[in-house]
């Protein structure tokens, strides 16, 4: 399940949920652009009145021009993705998507780097320390 706001109601979980993972399915298996490859979903955030959607995604790759060429490619195919998605799901109002790209993965990769790194050197000065007693 992602993880959501404490602001939206629990029905509004419930339909981002959904969202999520129909849009999923829907990229894998209904979208042919090239531009767009092996692509995850991993959070989406509705507007209370489920009129907007931020489609948060990551990709295998996440190389600067292959998520801009992604980024395009479901850019334009957003759509296309609303009317697939409006035949799925029966909700009255169906939210414009709007994609963007997640960097949290790459963050945290990032950050747990930065901890290995300081560990790695908290390691050898305690050894030098203790060598110099």
Same mark, same amino acid.
């Given at each position: 399940? @992602?993880? !959501?706001?404490?602001?939206? /109601?629990?029905? +509004? &979980?419930?339909?981002?949920?959904?969202?999520?993972?129909?849009?999923?399915? #829907?990229?894998?298996?209904?979208?042919?652009?090239?531009?767009? +490859?092996?692509?995850?979903?991993?959070?989406?955030?509705?507007? /209370?009145?489920?009129?907007?959607?931020?489609?948060?995604? %990551?990709?295998?790759?996440?190389? /600067?021009?292959?998520?801009?060429?992604? &980024?395009?490619? &479901?850019?334009?195919?957003? +759509?296309?993705?609303?009317? &697939?998605?409006?035949?799925?799901? !029966?909700? !009255?109002? #169906?939210?414009q998507l709007h994609f963007v790209h997640d960097t949290s993965t790459s963050r945290g990769l990032?950050?747990?780097? #930065?901890?290995?790194? @300081?560990?790695? %050197?908290?390691?050898?000065?305690?050894?030098?320390?203790?060598?110099?007693?």
């Open positions: 399940m @992602a993880k !959501h706001s404490k602001s939206i /109601p629990q029905r +509004g &979980l419930r339909v981002a949920d959904q969202i999520q993972k129909d849009l999923s399915e #829907l990229i894998a298996f209904e979208l042919k652009d090239p531009r767009v +490859g092996m692509v995850t979903i991993s959070e989406v955030k509705l507007t /209370p009145d489920y009129a907007h959607a931020k489609i948060y995604f %990551t990709l295998l790759k996440d190389s /600067p021009e292959e998520i801009k060429q992604t &980024l395009e490619g &479901l850019t334009k195919a957003s +759509g296309y993705l609303r009317n &697939l998605l409006g035949k799925r799901l !029966h909700i !009255h109002t #169906l939210p990032a950050m747990s780097a #930065l901890i290995d790194q @300081a560990n790695a %050197t908290r390691a050898k000065d305690d050894d030098e320390d203790s060598d110099s007693e």
